[in-house]
């Protein structure tokens, strides 16, 4: 089937890589979100000829509707904190590459499915936050959701021609370890912004890069792979692996283990995502066995690195525990870049919220993962302030 894309988040880092595997493709782009960067999308607009744009910021859209006003076949902008979800809704695509960083990103994955499309998955927040209600509307809407991440593509590509997902006993799930590998506790201490952003092996947005060098973004992964796989949390297994090679592994009943490898680049796993079942060329830099001195595995430090703590403790406590750790970690990480709080105290206040928040009286609702989030950020800007 021909394929028309919507790509949410197409001004950040996973959606402008998601264009140009779009663009090798010849994919038609139905429609882009963003937030408010409006030359970068301006350009994507000059480029690849959407029929909608949906920008959130409002200011940032109405200077992107001043400059379309003088051009020819302009798309049609959708305006507002809703913008991105009535894109995702919209008849036009038959597949939506999700991108959102964030909780942000529930709703438009919602609408997305609820409309009928195949999900490309890199809003890993969808999964942490509302992971059973995702699940059951792919299930009614009989709708196909494929991992972006990384880790979480190359679990999918090894379970592959399996042919029953029983035979499945754990998988292990890489990390680079980020810029702070081998830290203390006393050596976090004075740590920076620019140290924090510095990623050895990756490229990313300023938010994911931090929950790099925190961890966090591990044990999002892990939440989120207990969803797409559906896994007790003992058959998952971090391992911290440098070279940024081995993207992940699955073990079988019979102690076979399967690894998908390649080069750190996003290229690979978006163009999976896009093109499942097949395989086609991708341009991406070919992986070079006889530049690899090392393959090497380490354990994850939770003590050390508080906000993968908290996410094991989430996990453990269950129910909308997830939601707080998430909406606590989006919360610290914006005080972090705006220079508000230190690097620990981003493990710190989020180790905090699931440990603290009570939520035993709230059910598993829609309203209630935004509620729950509500109060993970209440209780972080409260401890900044005190």
Not at 114 to 131: F, H, M, P, Q, R
Not at 249 to 277: C, H, K, S
Not at 345 to 374: C, H, P, R, W
Request: aromatic share 8%; glycine share 6%.
């Amino acid at each position: 089937m021909e394929k028309q894309i919507t790509v949410l988040g197409s001004t950040g880092s996973i959606g402008t890589q998601t264009l140009d595997v779009a663009k090798n493709l010849n994919y038609e782009v139905f429609g882009l979100s963003a937030y408010s960067k409006v030359d970068v999308i301006q350009k994507q607009i000059e480029e690849f000829s959407p029929k909608v744009v949906a920008i959130t910021n409002e200011e940032a859209a109405y200077e992107l509707k001043n400059r379309l006003n003088r051009k020819a076949n302009a798309p049609l902008l959708l305006i507002g904190d809703k913008a991105a979800e009535e894109l995702a809704g919209l008849k036009g695509s038959n597949i939506l590459l999700n991108a959102i960083v964030g909780i942000a990103g529930l709703n438009p994955t919602l609408s997305a499915i609820n409309s009928g499309k195949d999900i490309a998955l890199a809003n890993k927040e969808s999964l942490v936050t509302g992971g059973k209600l995702v699940l059951d509307a792919i299930e009614n809407n009989n709708v196909k959701l494929l991992p972006v991440d990384s880790e979480h593509s190359a679990i999918f590509q090894c379970l592959q021609g399996t042919p029953s997902k029983s035979t499945l006993s754990k998988i292990y799930l890489t990390a680079s370890g980020g810029p702070f590998f081998g830290y203390t506790k006393e050596k976090l201490k004075n740590v920076t912004k620019q140290d924090a952003l510095k990623h050895p092996n990756w490229d990313m947005g300023a938010k994911i890069t931090i929950d790099s060098a925190t961890m966090m973004n591990k044990g999002l992964e892990f939440i989120e792979a207990m969803w797409l796989f559906n896994l007790k949390p003992q058959q998952i297994e971090i391992l911290v692996h440098r070279q940024s090679i081995v993207h992940s592994m699955v073990e079988f009943l019979d102690n076979a283990i399967l690894a998908q490898l390649g080069t750190p680049d996003m290229r690979i796993p978006i163009q999976y995502a896009l093109t499942w079942p097949n395989r086609v060329y991708c341009n991406s830099e070919p992986l070079d066995f006889m530049k690899i001195n090392a393959l090497t595995f380490d354990k994850a430090d939770e003590t050390v690195f508080e906000c993968l703590s908290a996410c094991m403790l989430a996990v453990k406590k269950g129910g909308l525990y997830p939601c707080i750790a998430n909406g606590s970690n989006e919360a610290a990480v914006q005080l972090f870049l705006n220079d508000e709080i230190s690097f620990l105290d981003i493990g710190k206040y989020v180790l905090g919220a699931v440990s603290d928040l009570d939520l035993s009286s709230m059910q598993y609702t829609l309203e209630n993962i935004f509620e729950a989030d509500k109060l993970a950020r209440e209780y972080v800007y409260k401890k900044c302030k005190n």
